[in-house]
């Protein structure tokens, strides 16, 4: 069906005739430029009967012209059929570690080695496309914590956040507990059922004014599930003038505080040691208990008003360029 979305504009439809009963008419100057003989049989000609049917015929257009646009004015939109909008009412919160010792080359994407952070975009931009129905905030954490994107429906924004982010962005240390309180501040208004906290780290909290586990606790005081991930390989062989040897390059990863965190919350603590094992923790997150909710219903619309303003505005030029046409003729006659 057609919906005007401004309806009250068609009170202004009478306005020219208003205009014209106010207004006094301009002056006619009939001095003439060019003085000629038999000015009668000009004149004539000028007042004969196809001149005031010209006259008669642009008024009209003039008057549809002046229609369409008070249509246009009034914006005209197609509303379509009703659609459900599925809505599992899950409010959850990103919080990715921007810390320096997420440059470390420990993972394999696509056959080429990338940092940390490069592989934490790729494997939680794919998780973001499929949260259809949650609402998703981004926390960017290092030396501080920063929110970067408020709980939103737009999918797209928060993942275009996430790949923008880059390492040393909030410092180069490591702020976990201030992550967490970040999150319970943003999260504290929403329905507690669904309070859910992913934080996704590589080393221990070496920055920040709370205690990871002190946050923690008021995280479950507000009913917040925390599910963390310690992301970076278990071994790595560096090699180096004086040979080749193999490193632990998680050695400053704080497993322990992880999955104390993920415990008094009721999370659960995930171990990414490379790409897939992180693919696989995001396919059981998508898993999560979803909140029922009331179904959400949508109703396409599609904007009209172009059409009535294009046909509006053809017609007004037109009118003009006859207008102008006529006088030209009238004074060559």
């Given at each position: 069906m057609?919906?005007?979305?401004?309806?009250?504009i068609?009170?202004?439809?009478?306005?020219?005739?208003i205009?014209?009963?106010?207004?006094?008419?301009?002056e006619v100057?009939?001095?003439?430029?060019?003085r000629?003989?038999?000015?009668e049989?000009f004149?004539?000609?000028?007042?004969?009967?196809?001149?005031?049917?010209?006259?008669?015929?642009?008024?009209?257009?003039?008057?549809?012209?002046?229609c369409?646009l008070?249509?246009?004015?009034?914006?005209?939109?197609?509303?379509?059929?009703?659609?459900?909008i599925?809505?599992?009412?899950?409010?959850l919160?990103?919080?990715?570690?921007?810390?320096g010792?997420?440059?470390?080359e420990?993972?394999i994407?696509?056959?080429?080695?990338?940092?940390r952070l490069?592989a934490t975009?790729?494997?939680?931009g794919?998780f973001?496309?499929?949260?259809l129905g949650?609402?998703?905030?981004?926390?960017l954490f290092?030396?501080?914590?920063?929110?970067?994107?408020?709980?939103?429906?737009?999918?797209?924004?928060?993942?275009?956040?996430?790949?923008?982010?880059?390492?040393?962005?909030?410092?180069?240390s490591?702020a976990?507990?201030?992550a967490?309180?970040?999150?319970?501040k943003?999260l504290?208004?929403?329905?507690?059922k669904?309070r859910?906290?992913?934080?996704?780290?590589?080393?221990?909290?070496?920055?920040g004014?709370?205690?990871?586990?002190?946050?923690a606790?008021?995280?479950?005081?507000?009913?917040?599930?925390?599910?963390t991930?310690?992301?970076?390989?278990?071994?790595?062989?560096?090699?180096?003038?004086?040979?080749?040897?193999?490193?632990?390059?998680?050695?400053d990863l704080?497993?322990k505080t992880l999955?104390a965190?993920a415990?008094?919350?009721?999370?659960?603590y995930?171990?990414?040691?490379?790409?897939?094992q992180?693919?696989?923790?995001y396919?059981?997150?998508?898993?999560l208990?979803?909140?029922?909710k009331d179904?959400q219903r949508?109703?396409?619309?599609t904007?009209?008003?172009?059409?009535?303003?294009?046909?509006g505005?053809?017609?007004?030029?037109?009118?003009?360029?006859?207008?102008?046409?006529?006088?030209?003729?009238?004074r060559?006659?």
């Amino acid at each position: 069906m057609i919906h005007f979305d401004w309806p009250w504009i068609a009170v202004l439809l009478p306005l020219p005739l208003i205009i014209r009963f106010l207004m006094q008419p301009a002056e006619v100057v009939n001095e003439a430029a060019l003085r000629v003989p038999f000015l009668e049989e000009f004149s004539a000609e000028i007042n004969s009967g196809h001149h005031v049917d010209v006259k008669r015929r642009l008024l009209w257009l003039a008057i549809i012209a002046w229609c369409c646009l008070i249509i246009a004015g009034m914006r005209p939109q197609w509303l379509g059929d009703f659609i459900d909008i599925p809505i599992s009412g899950r409010d959850l919160m990103l919080a990715v570690d921007l810390s320096g010792s997420m440059e470390e080359e420990d993972f394999i994407l696509k056959g080429e080695r990338v940092n940390r952070l490069t592989a934490t975009k790729y494997v939680a931009g794919e998780f973001i496309e499929r949260r259809l129905g949650d609402r998703l905030g981004l926390i960017l954490f290092g030396e501080q914590a920063y929110l970067q994107t408020p709980l939103t429906f737009d999918r797209l924004t928060v993942k275009t956040l996430l790949y923008e982010s880059a390492i040393g962005l909030a410092g180069k240390s490591t702020a976990i507990g201030d992550a967490i309180g970040l999150a319970v501040k943003r999260l504290r208004d929403q329905d507690e059922k669904s309070r859910v906290l992913i934080l996704l780290t590589d080393g221990a909290n070496t920055a920040g004014e709370v205690e990871p586990l002190a946050a923690a606790d008021l995280a479950a005081r507000e009913n917040m599930k925390i599910y963390t991930i310690g992301i970076g390989a278990d071994e790595m062989i560096v090699r180096s003038i004086f040979g080749s040897r193999r490193v632990n390059p998680s050695a400053d990863l704080d497993e322990k505080t992880l999955s104390a965190i993920a415990e008094k919350t009721g999370g659960r603590y995930f171990r990414a040691r490379d790409t897939e094992q992180l693919e696989q923790i995001y396919a059981l997150l998508d898993e999560l208990e979803p909140v029922e909710k009331d179904v959400q219903r949508f109703r396409p619309q599609t904007a009209l008003f172009y059409w009535p303003l294009a046909m509006g505005l053809i017609l007004m030029f037109a009118v003009i360029l006859s207008r102008n046409s006529s006088g030209i003729k009238a004074r060559v006659g």
